[in-house]
Structure formats: structure tokens, C-alpha cells
């Protein structure tokens, strides 16, 4: 099976907040990731937590991690049009190289 | 800082002829990364370098792929033979020591069109 595990939409109404989640198997990860990407455009690093941290909150956006259920969300407040896109999840092992999930793909409503 | 570029940003070939993509990296940043992402799928790794030296190849890297990064700065991959499976969006990214390498940054893409 993926590795990271991610469900493929999300929508949700301006100025709700949207929580979108994401599983991973390896428990040696050191770092786990959200990356953002736009229609066409490469990927932008949103945030990232590493894995001895709960929760990670900046501005808008907070991380929860979950270890023994190798799980990881991700919520935006206050949700605008602007943050319709499609957000990565992946996890980083000892090797630097991040493996990715097939990305969440959010639909924000006016 | 200008961010990573690539250029060129659409290629569009037949199949059976080379293309070369040019990646150049943050200029602080020793370590640069290419991943090819097909539709509805996440980045995947293809190769990095640190430097000049190439660490770590995937097995997706099949010997019609090359990559070189000769000065340690800007980064090409080629393809030979293109086959229409090549058609996808190709990805670098780079990152610094003085981050642990764990902050990668990418470019906008350059996506190849192979009919």
C-alpha cells in the first residue's frame, strides 16, 4: 500500500476552517511535511513538524501530529478562495529524501 | 534571493527525440533534488546532488535518464529516446546545510508533453 495515505478532496465554505488529514507507516520519520501546490506551479513548503512535537501552529495553519496513530493534519482557519489547491503530506526517514502522498485536493466555496 | 528556477517551463516533443531540462538552485544551497510528479500523484524522487557528486539515484532513473551538475551549481537531467510514459511534470528542489537539508524548496516545474 502508499506509504502516506491521504483522502483526494476537500471542500469547504469561505471563512470555515478546514482540516485536512494524512497517514504514514513509518514511525522512524523524522520530519513530516505540508506543502502546498497551485494549478501549474511547483510545490511551496507550507510548514513541517518534527516528529518528538504534538501540534506547530503558524498564523493561520496548526499541525497535529498523532505518532502512535501516524497521523498528521493539518487545519486552516478562516479558509479563503486563495487557499484552493492541492496539499502534500510527506514524511521524511534518515535519507533527506521525502516521500509524498497523492496530495488533498481543496475546493473552497465563496 | 530569487528562489529556484527552471527553465524551460513546457516542452513539448516526439517521441523518440532527447530533451534537456536546466534547474538552477537557491544560491546558498549545496543540495539539489529532481522529481518527476504525472497527474493526480505526488512528486516522486528521481536523483540529488551535494555538490558536484551525485548521492542517491531511484530506480525510476532508467539509463535513458541522466543528470549532471558539473560546477555545483545549476543542475541539467536529461532524456534520451523520449516514450510517451516520460510525460509528466519534472520538479527540482533544493536545500541548505544550515537547515539540516530538511527545508526543500521548489521550482515552478518544467512540464513535458511527449506525443
Known amino acids: 500500500g502508499e506509504d502516506v495515505e491521504q483522502s483526494l478532496f476537500l471542500s469547504v465554505r469561505e471563512g470555515d476552517s478546514s482540516v485536512i488529514n494524512c497517514t504514514y507507516t513509518?514511525?522512524?520519520?523524522?520530519?513530516l511535511y505540508w506543502y502546498k501546490q497551485e494549478p501549474g506551479a511547483g510545490l511551496q513548503l507550507l510548514t513541517y513538524i518534527f516528529s518528538n512535537m504534538d501540534m506547530k501552529q503558524d498564523q493561520r495553519l496548526t499541525v497535529l501530529l498523532n505518532k502512535k496513530d501516524k497521523h498528521l493534519s493539518l487545519r486552516i482557519a478562516d479558509t479563503q478562495t486563495g487557499d484552493s489547491a492541492i496539499y502534500f503530506c510527506?514524511?521524511?526517514?534518515?535519507?533527506?529524501?521525502?516521500?509524498f502522498g497523492r496530495g488533498t485536493s481543496l475546493i473552497v466555496h465563496p | 534571493d530569487t528562489g529556484v528556477s527552471q527553465d524551460p517551463r513546457h516542452k513539448i516533443t516526439k517521441r523518440g527525440q532527447n530533451v534537456t531540462f536546466r534547474c538552477d538552485p537557491i544560491?546558498?544551497?549545496?543540495?539539489l533534488y529532481w522529481y518527476r510528479q504525472t497527474l493526480g500523484q505526488g512528486p516522486e524522487f528521481l536523483t540529488y546532488f551535494q555538490n558536484e557528486a551525485q548521492l542517491e539515484k531511484s530506480r525510476l532513473l532508467s539509463d535513458r535518464f541522466s543528470a549532471e551538475r558539473p560546477k555545483g551549481s545549476f543542475s541539467t537531467l536529461e532524456i534520451q529516446r523520449t516514450e510517451q510514459g516520460d510525460s509528466a511534470m519534472y520538479l527540482c528542489a533544493s536545500s541548505a546545510p544550515g537547515q539540516g537539508y530538511y527545508e526543500q524548496y521548489f521550482g515552478p516545474g518544467t512540464r513535458l508533453t511527449v506525443t
Open positions: 513509518d514511525s522512524s520519520s523524522t520530519y
Open positions: 510527506a514524511e521524511m526517514r534518515g535519507s533527506y529524501i521525502p516521500t
Open positions: 544560491s546558498e544551497h549545496n543540495r
